[in-house]
């Protein structure tokens, strides 16, 4: 099922939740909604099961205006992070449960259901535990009994809030293997909402980066993490240095002197983004200068932490150092970016 | 030590007075009991006692449930006072709120005059006598649910809704089963409260015998006779009443235990 997001506001009081969101998802595709706590992700996600209504703007799924449908006509999968099963169902009657409160035109007969649950609790790898109540199950579990329940209703799209969040690294790995393979068998249209950066680039077909309300970016994780395209997507996605420079008719300019990079971004006070190992040191000739701080090591490589204000207030970066690089703390370093982003 | 305390002080206040009236019960003999119990008049007062205190337990179940709810699931202005109010029964002495009741519902009080017209007789009747327990029982209610709902969270309904039930279906299947060994505990303890209240009641029963007349209050009367037989034996009988009781409430708690003991 094709889902278009058009021009959608939600306002919550007096407070904007967000503005002017548009977003086309194809069918099948899973899409990552990524961002941190308070950039809208969930609201948008909610409207789209129609837990919330837009405030201006519409929703359409396929051709049909669902905008004003409400959250049982729209026949969509939902799971939440804290799984919410019915505490007092067994994991069959739970995954039974949207077959059984249709009304009696729609509901399959008895033997129908029985054979469909088993089904779905047979894909979710839980066969033998029908007769379970949710309190003895574990957290992956549970997840998988949430996911379970929600296909069962044969969702038109399937909506998962921070599917993950409560789960150990562990299990939270192998369920992320796990749900792209179940997407990739079932084809529905999914999307997930997520606040963990390398669970949507890992898992998504394309990830929808927000903040404060507003699509950032939508892209493939290579976009996402190549191609940023605002300094939020690049500071926020993956590591990154940071540090303010000015632009004058293509010349990049760092404290005044020039750092002999080019740019085509207009003039003005700007900051240049780059990835810590995206780095070139240099003997001479422009460059970065900047005294280190601190440095720690990782495996294959040390993250220095320098301070290039020299003196005139601290502009504090991290960049990586290859390991045969003589440099200590307090060492003049000198260094260029190969790849950078200005905004 | 302080199990030691706590056995002292359950068998000073609670285990020997109930041993000197299972005694004194006891040296009625069976036939003796049953001859004082099946008086017509002690008879109709346990059954009222019994049947008003069922009707307000019941009542108090659906409006307490109802209660705990709005202060659970609405954020409203006054909320933290109104969920404070609730406890006021408990606090206040029994005899005031009766006072009160009585003023009100009296065919000259401020709602009693609007029933009037409408042949409805509150004061003075066992319709009083519910009113009376429905006023002290109410907490119970409200006060095992009310945690109970708190832990329900409202996503539990929002997945039930994008499954396609209905509002109805959603409340019927969803949210009220969990809360029925709560809502069954408030009830059995709102019941124990109706069948033994005094000081609430006697004001708005107006105690007529055979009609409007409380076991409680019939032992009161049995003494001020000098009758202690008598009134031990309704005494007797009532504690009975109230040990089937707890006995249902502990069975309930422990089948709500092992139902739902694992969430």
């Not at chain 1, 969040?165 to 790995?173: E, P, T």
């Not at chain 1, 300094?231 to 993956?238: L, R």
């Given at each position: 099922m094709d889902i278009r997001i058009d021009k959608i506001r939600k306002e919550f009081g007096d407070f904007p939740a967000l503005h002017d969101v548009s977003l086309n998802i194809r069918s099948g595709e899973l899409i990552a909604l990524l961002g941190p706590s308070g950039s809208g992700k969930t609201t948008l996600l909610r409207l789209v099961a129609g837990l919330e209504y837009p405030s201006q703007g519409r929703i359409l799924f396929g051709e049909e205006d669902a905008s004003w449908k409400s959250v049982q006509e729209r026949n969509v999968g939902f799971v939440f992070q804290h799984y919410a099963l019915f505490k007092h169902m067994t994991v069959f009657d739970n995954v039974?449960?949207?077959?059984?409160?249709?009304?009696?035109?729609?509901?399959?007969?008895?033997?129908?259901?029985?054979?469909?649950?088993?089904?779905?609790?047979?894909?979710?790898?839980?066969?033998?535990?029908?007769?379970?109540?949710?309190?003895?199950?574990?957290?992956?579990?549970?997840?998988?009994?949430?996911?379970?329940?929600?296909?069962?209703?044969?969702?038109?799209?399937?909506?998962?809030?921070?599917?993950?969040?409560?789960?150990?690294?562990?299990?939270?790995?192998?369920?992320?293997?796990?749900?792209?393979?179940?997407?990739?068998?079932?084809?529905?249209?999914?999307?997930?909402?997520?606040?963990?950066?390398?669970?949507?680039?890992?898992?998504?077909?394309?990830?929808?980066?927000?903040?404060?309300?507003?699509?950032?970016?939508?892209?493939?994780?290579?976009?996402?993490?190549?191609?940023?395209?605002?300094?939020?997507?690049?500071?926020?996605?993956?590591?990154?240095?940071?540090?303010?420079?000015?632009?004058?008719?293509?010349?990049?300019?760092?404290?005044?002197?020039a750092t002999g990079l080019r740019t085509s971004v207009g003039n003005g006070e700007k900051h240049i983004f780059f990835r810590p190992r995206d780095i070139v040191l240099q003997d001479d000739g422009p460059a970065f200068e900047g005294r280190i701080v601190s440095m720690r090591r990782l495996a294959g490589a040390r993250i220095a932490e320098i301070d290039a204000g020299l003196g005139e207030g601290a502009e504090r970066v991290e960049i990586e150092l290859p390991l045969g690089v003589p440099a200590e703390q307090g060492s003049l370093i000198r260094f260029l970016p190969h790849r950078f982003a200005i905004f | 030590m302080s199990l030691g305390l706590a056995l002292t002080m359950l068998t000073l206040i609670v285990l020997i007075p109930l041993a000197a009236l299972a005694l004194r019960a006891a040296a009625l003999g069976p036939a003796g009991l049953y001859e004082l119990v099946s008086d017509p008049r002690v008879a109709a007062a346990l059954k009222v006692s019994f049947l008003t205190a069922l009707a307000a337990a019941l009542a108090n179940a659906v409006f307490g449930t109802l209660t705990a709810w709005v202060l659970v699931r609405y954020d409203f202005y006054g909320r933290r006072i109104f969920d404070a109010l609730i406890d006021l029964p408990f606090a206040m002495p029994t005899a005031v709120a009766g006072i009160a009741l009585t003023s009100v519902y009296?065919?000259?009080?401020?709602?009693?005059?609007?029933?009037?017209?409408?042949?409805?007789?509150?004061?003075?009747?066992?319709?009083?006598?519910?009113?009376?327990?429905?006023?002290?029982?109410?907490?119970?209610?409200?006060?095992?649910?009310?945690?109970?709902?708190?832990?329900?969270?409202?996503?539990?309904?929002?997945?039930?809704?994008?499954?396609?039930?209905?509002?109805?279906?959603?409340?019927?299947?969803?949210?009220?089963?969990?809360?029925?060994?709560?809502?069954?505990?408030?009830?059995?303890?709102?019941?124990?409260?109706?069948?033994?209240?005094?000081?609430?009641?006697?004001?708005?029963?107006?105690?007529?015998?055979?009609?409007?007349?409380?076991?409680?209050?019939?032992?009161?009367?049995?003494?001020?006779?000098?009758?202690?037989?008598?009134?031990?034996?309704?005494?007797?009988?009532?504690?009975?009443?109230?040990?089937?009781?707890?006995?249902?409430?502990?069975?309930?708690?422990?089948?709500?235990?092992?139902?739902?003991?694992?969430?």
């Open positions: 039974a449960f949207g077959l059984r409160v249709r009304g009696s035109e729609t509901r399959p007969p008895k033997a129908e259901i029985r054979r469909r649950v088993e089904e779905l609790i047979d894909m979710v790898q839980l066969s033998g535990m029908e007769g379970r109540y949710p309190g003895q199950l574990s957290g992956g579990q549970r997840q998988r009994v949430a996911l379970a329940r929600a296909m069962a209703i044969e969702p038109r799209v399937l909506l998962l809030d921070e599917p993950f969040g409560a789960l150990d690294a562990k299990v939270r790995k192998d369920l992320r293997k796990w749900l792209r393979e179940f997407h990739d068998r079932t084809g529905h249209t999914t999307l997930f909402v997520t606040h963990d950066q390398e669970e949507a680039l890992e898992l998504a077909d394309r990830v929808v980066v927000m903040s404060q309300g507003k699509i950032e970016q939508v892209g493939s994780a290579d976009d996402i993490y190549d191609r940023p395209q605002s300094a939020f997507v690049f500071s926020f996605v993956g590591d990154s240095a940071r540090l303010p420079v000015t632009v004058a008719n293509g010349d990049v300019n760092f404290k005044g002197g | 009296s065919p000259k009080g401020l709602i009693g005059e609007w029933l009037a017209p409408l042949g409805i007789k509150v004061a003075y009747t066992p319709l009083g006598i519910i009113v009376a327990l429905i006023a002290v029982g109410f907490p119970f209610v409200v006060r095992t649910v009310q945690p109970v709902l708190e832990e329900i969270s409202r996503e539990t309904e929002e997945v039930s809704a994008t499954l396609g039930a209905n509002r109805f279906q959603t409340i019927f299947f969803v949210v009220l089963p969990p809360l029925i060994p709560a809502i069954l505990t408030g009830f059995a303890l709102a019941l124990a409260r109706g069948v033994g209240e005094y000081g609430s009641v006697i004001f708005i029963a107006g105690n007529l015998p055979f009609k409007s007349e409380i076991a409680p209050l019939l032992i009161v009367i049995k003494l001020e006779e000098f009758n202690y037989a008598g009134a031990t034996a309704i005494a007797a009988v009532m504690l009975a009443i109230s040990f089937l009781m707890l006995f249902v409430i502990n069975g309930i708690q422990s089948w709500s235990q092992k139902r739902f003991g694992h969430g």
